[in-house]
Structures are given as structure tokens and as C-alpha cells.
């Protein structure tokens, strides 16, 4: 049975250019990057070349480019760092419910441990932020925002342009997880006014481990690693010179969505919503357009979520409930929840596609949703007849 993956959102597949190319780095005699000698400048020499390969996708400064070991890494040092950094000015934060954890752990550790004041902005049933509560929201101590462009869960893009609008006008750093948007759409770090960027190469064919924090020149922060003057001393630690190297090709191949593709996976996804909801007792939750191109947030109402997973899983479908960072649990979604969708009234299941998924796949996929939905449905029925 031929198996499909529909889980990108949560990770996609290492290109294989990619990874033989990080494969004739690893067989190269390099040494470490702070090193002197030849094998450390030639080291040095691929970092370099990364860093301007990916300062010129975003249209930024090398200077502005740090490298990480992932996402949530870059999240924590932009969030983390930012608010450290800038206390004496104010120590009152903003975000939105909906965050990534990577995000919403590190505002808490801030509450917590540092005195800070958060204000968690809502967000609308469609999961919006209303750009009108932002600006009511901040403060004259008001110091950092931190708003997701596109959420993981659901796709929902949110309106970066005006919200980071408001911040500049205010004087807010703007802070901005843009891990589900980098090689889903484009980066505008002009338009969007932020200071500060958090992406990781495995969510665009990438290495696992790999991640970047596009920071702005002249904003001060506080590492959260002390050992060394890496990174100009705002990330210490050896640089991981093949992975930096794999997520620079990812970036060439990958980084900048092409159009006609994006175009076909909303086609898809419409075409696929379509077929599902004949099924009835389904919804679909998030926005209908401001939202990625790939991505389909469902709930079948009235099934077990972790049981309907199971048998996806078994009829060769690879997909999830939303965010894969709750380590394999099945948990309710704490984002639908706060857009007021009860998230305990069935099972949600995240199907998010690539370029791997073609237009001729879209009937069989479709008809092995039907068939689980409709086994699971027979199931609880025939159980509840028993226990009656």
C-alpha cells in the first residue's frame, strides 16, 4: 500500500541535494570554524558563504543573521534576549494565545522568573488577531511583541504588515515566529517592521537542527549561552558547519516558494475540503483564505482523536492533530480553544501537503479518509448499541 505524507507542517523531507551535499561536507577535513588554520578557515569559509546566501534571501545585512540549532532556539533567544535586554525600558510584553509553545513557555519563564507583565491578545473565531486590540493593548512600558505570521496548527496567516505597522509607530520591538511561513510564502521583513525573525530549515527540506534569528542592526540582546564570542557574541557554542551549509542549499532550493506550486496546493486543499465535507459532521476551522496555501484544519465531530489517528496512520496516511512538539501526545488544542471551538468534541486532524502530493493522488486520499471516518463512525455506534 503506497503510503502518503501529509504531516509538512510538522517537518518535511530533507532534500536529497541537500543532504549529499552535507554528506561531501562531513567527509571533508574540516576543523572548527574559530580555528586559525586551513581546515578551520575553510569551515569558516562555508558559514560565511551561508550566511550571505540566506542574508540575500531575506534581503538583510549578514551581520543581521544568527545561527541556531532550530525553531524553537530562535524563538527563545529572540523572546528571551529581547525582553532581557531592553527591562530598563519597560517590562510589560505582548502576545497571542495562540503562540507556538517555543513562544508562549518562553513569555511565562518571563512572568515568572523576571517580574515581566504579559498580556495575551485573543484572537478571533477565524484566528485573527484584531490589529485594533493590539494598538489598545500596548503601553508606554510596553517593550516587545511577539506574533507568530502564519500559525502551525491551523495555517492562519495574520494581517504582519498592519500589525507591525502599529509597533513601529509605537516604538515596540516586533518579534515574529515565521517557522510554518519560511518556503510557504514570502518573508517581508520591511513591510512587516519587525525587528526580529525566527525560521528553521527542516520546515522547508532543510536539516533537523538547523535554525536562523534574523536580528536588526543596533537592537541589543542578551544571549541565553555563555562560552564564547560565536555569532558576535549573542549565540555561543561551535557552529555546526554542515548543517549551516545544508540549510543555506535548502534556502537556495526551497526558500522562495514559486507561485504556480503554491496556487495548486490551495487548489488541492480546496478540492480535498470539498470531498470531506460531503461526510458531514465536519468542520473546518480557521480561515478560509487568509491562511497557507497547504494546510486543512479539521474536526470529526464525535470521534475519538487519538483512535481516528491510529487508523490514518494504518491506512497509510502520515498526518496530525496539530503541533508535533507535544512529544507523539494527543492533547486538545490549546489554539482552537482559544479561537471558542470546543476542542474535545471529536477528533482534529492537521493534514498539511508538499509538492510530493501530486493532483492525481487527491481521489485515494480522500477516498482512505472516507472509509476511516466512516469505520470509526460505525464503531462508536455499534458500541453505543451495546452498552445501551
Not at 534581503?59 to 544568527?66: C, R, T
Not at 522562495?256 to 476551522?285: D, H, M
Not at 487508523?311 to 507535544?326: F, I, M, N
Request: charged share 25%; proline share 4%.
Amino acid at each position: 500500500m503506497k503510503r502518503f505524507y501529509l504531516d509538512e507542517n510538522a517537518t518535511t523531507r530533507i532534500d536529497p541535494a541537500v543532504a549529499a551535499l552535507m554528506a561531501e561536507l562531513a567527509n571533508q577535513p574540516l576543523g572548527n570554524p574559530s580555528s586559525l588554520h586551513a581546515e578551520g578557515r575553510r569551515a569558516r569559509g562555508e558559514i560565511d558563504s551561508a550566511r550571505d546566501t540566506i542574508a540575500a534571501w531575506l534581503d538583510a545585512k549578514p551581520s543581521e543573521i544568527i545561527f541556531t540549532g532550530g525553531g524553537t532556539e530562535s524563538c527563545n533567544l529572540a523572546v528571551l534576549g529581547l525582553a532581557r535586554a531592553h527591562r530598563a525600558r519597560g517590562r510589560h510584553l505582548v502576545t497571542v494565545a495562540t503562540e507556538h509553545h517555543a513562544v508562549l513557555h518562553a513569555f511565562r519563564a518571563l512572568e515568572e522568573r523576571d517580574g515581566f507583565a504579559v498580556t495575551y491578545l485573543p484572537v478571533d473565531r477565524h484566528g485573527q488577531v484584531d490589529p485594533v486590540e493590539l494598538e489598545r493593548t500596548i503601553r508606554s512600558d510596553t517593550v516587545l511583541v511577539s506574533i507568530m505570521s502564519a500559525n502551525n496548527e491551523t495555517g492562519v496567516r495574520q494581517p504582519m504588515w498592519e500589525l507591525g505597522a502599529i509597533c513601529a509607530r509605537r516604538g515596540v520591538l516586533f518579534h515574529s515566529d515565521a517557522v510554518q511561513s519560511a518556503g510557504k510564502e514570502a518573508l517581508d521583513l520591511a513591510g512587516w517592521q519587525v525587528t526580529a525573525l525566527s525560521m528553521t530549515a527542516h520546515k522547508f527540506h532543510g536539516p533537523l537542527g538547523a535554525g536562523i534569528l534574523w536580528l536588526k542592526t543596533g537592537v541589543p540582546l542578551l544571549p541565553l549561552l555563555s562560552g564564547g564570542a560565536h555569532e558576535n557574541e549573542r549565540r555561543a557554542g561551535t557552529e555546526n558547519t554542515v548543517a549551516i551549509a545544508g540549510l543555506a542549499e535548502a534556502v537556495r532550493r526551497h526558500g522562495t516558494p514559486e507561485p504556480g506550486e503554491v496556487a495548486r496546493q490551495s487548489r488541492w486543499i480546496e478540492a480535498f475540503w470539498s470531498r470531506l465535507e460531503k461526510l458531514g459532521g465536519v468542520r473546518r476551522n480557521g480561515h478560509r483564505t487568509e491562511r497557507l496555501a497547504n494546510t486543512l484544519n479539521v474536526t470529526f465531530e464525535g470521534l475519538d482523536p487519538e483512535e481516528v489517528l491510529m487508523a490514518l496512520d494504518l491506512a497509510g496516511l502520515a498526518v496530525s492533530s496539530g503541533s508535533a512538539c507535544l512529544v507523539g501526545s494527543v492533547q486538545p488544542s490549546h489554539v482552537l480553544a482559544v479561537m471558542g471551538l470546543d476542542a474535545s468534541d471529536g477528533a482534529t486532524v492537521r493534514f498539511s501537503v508538499g509538492a510530493d502530493i501530486g493532483d492525481d493522488d487527491l481521489d485515494e486520499i480522500a477516498a482512505r479518509v472516507t472509509r476511516v471516518v466512516e469505520h470509526q463512525r460505525a464503531c462508536r455506534a455499534e458500541f453505543a448499541k451495546v452498552a445501551a
